[in-house]
């Protein structure tokens, strides 16, 4: 079995409104574009051989803290990109997985403090999401949360 797996890591903590939109550009091109660059190739190889799993965020969902307007953005379209890339490979024997997440213990969150999952549970979760043909693994209580808050009201959220 081949199994590609996609975990862009940048935040530049670009604020929406008054951020170069160069800083922007950069979480796209990272989370979006990056992560499409290496599908693309990688698809005829792993046709009817396993899964393409991207490493998307709770932040897909909902921008939670100041600086994280720009990563939310970048990783909505990850999440979405995810989506479409599971209708266009319909019939071709590959799973697509979005794997969501809070925090995890790694570089890029060093400087954040917080519960966060250690990489080897994310890592743990999603395999056992490929086992079992999920197209979506929620890691942590974070991600749970906030998937079951997108029913409801936003002010649960943001208010």
Do not use: C
Not at 25 to 50: A, Y
Not at 66 to 83: D, H
Not at 99 to 112: C, E, I, Q, R
């Amino acid at each position: 079995m081949s199994l590609l797996i996609n975990n862009a890591g940048i935040a530049t903590g670009a604020d929406l409104l008054t951020s170069p939109l160069e800083e922007i550009r950069t979480d796209l091109e990272t989370h979006l574009f990056g992560t499409l660059r290496v599908i693309r190739p990688f698809t005829p190889i792993i046709q009817g051989q396993g899964p393409i799993v991207n490493i998307l965020s709770v932040l897909s969902w909902a921008a939670t803290a100041a600086g994280s307007g720009s990563y939310s953005v970048a990783k909505a379209a990850e999440r979405n990109m995810t989506n479409g890339l599971r209708v266009e490979l319909d019939g071709r024997n590959i799973l697509v997985q979005g794997v969501h997440l809070g925090a995890a213990d790694t570089d890029m969150m060093a400087g954040v403090d917080g519960l966060k999952i250690h990489p080897a549970d994310v890592a743990k979760a999603s395999l056992l999401g490929v086992e079992a043909g999920a197209f979506e693994v929620l890691v942590d209580d974070p991600s749970r949360f906030v998937k079951a808050a997108l029913a409801g009201d936003p002010a649960q959220l943001y208010g």
